[in-house]
């Protein structure tokens, strides 16, 4: 299983980014897809997760700024930003928890990271 994120780079505070994700592979079935982020010389924090009947979390200083979304019959989550602050500026994360068909086993699997930062 692996998973491919895009949408990062540079804006200006207030601005806005659409992050993707998409999962490949032999998954079988996903019930959890979320973004975190790590900033420098910070720990990786949870930003939003949805999980498998599309109830939605957010660490809150992105509730009403940040929307995440996706769709698990695909293995694709998105990631909609707005209002940007300098201090969202990190790099994002994708994450789903799934079962791939060859074993009955769920885990996280993570995304290569794409970098946000915010800046004028």
């Known amino acids: 299983v692996q998973l491919q994120a895009s949408g990062g780079g540079l804006v200006q505070p207030g601005g806005s980014l659409r992050l993707s994700c998409a999962a490949s592979?032999?998954?079988?079935?996903?019930?959890?897809m979320g973004w975190y982020r790590q900033a420098p010389g910070k720990q990786r924090e949870l930003v939003a997760i949805?999980?498998?009947?599309?109830?939605?979390n957010y660490l809150d200083a992105a509730k009403g700024r940040f929307t995440i979304s996706g769709d698990k019959t695909k293995g694709t989550v998105y990631l909609q930003m707005s209002s940007l602050k300098p201090q969202d500026t990190a790099v994002y994360y994708c994450?789903?928890?799934?079962?791939?068909?060859?074993?009955?086993?769920?885990?996280?699997?993570w995304g290569q990271g794409t970098q946000v930062t915010v800046s004028s």
């Open positions: 994450n789903i928890r799934a079962r791939p068909y060859y074993t009955s086993d769920w885990s996280h699997y």
């Open positions: 592979g032999s998954i079988f079935r996903i019930n959890r």
């Open positions: 949805i999980t498998e009947d599309n109830r939605t």
